[in-house]
């Protein structure tokens, strides 16, 4: 998971156009936008990690920066 990567993601593209990128990948398919990542792994993470924060930023007016720190928080108390 790349940070920078989610953030740029998130700031370039809907949140409907990120889940589909995501429905894409899970499917085996080529996602209609680009989204980076190592391999199809890292790229799902990407591509749900950019919809996640999308849909804050777009649904509850949050901004984006704070969606960001929200999800990364999120990750970080899923790992300890």
Do not use: W
Request: hydrophobic residues 40%.
């Amino acid at each position: 998971m790349k940070v920078p990567v989610i953030k740029k993601l998130a700031e370039t593209y809907s949140a409907a156009e990120l889940r589909a990128a995501e429905s894409a990948i899970e499917e085996g398919e080529k996602p209609a936008i680009e989204i980076p990542g190592d391999d199809e792994g890292e790229q799902l993470t990407h591509a749900f990690a950019a919809a996640f924060i999308k849909e804050k930023v777009e649904n509850e007016g949050e901004d984006l920066k704070k969606a960001l720190r929200e999800y990364t928080q999120k990750v970080r108390n899923s790992i300890s």
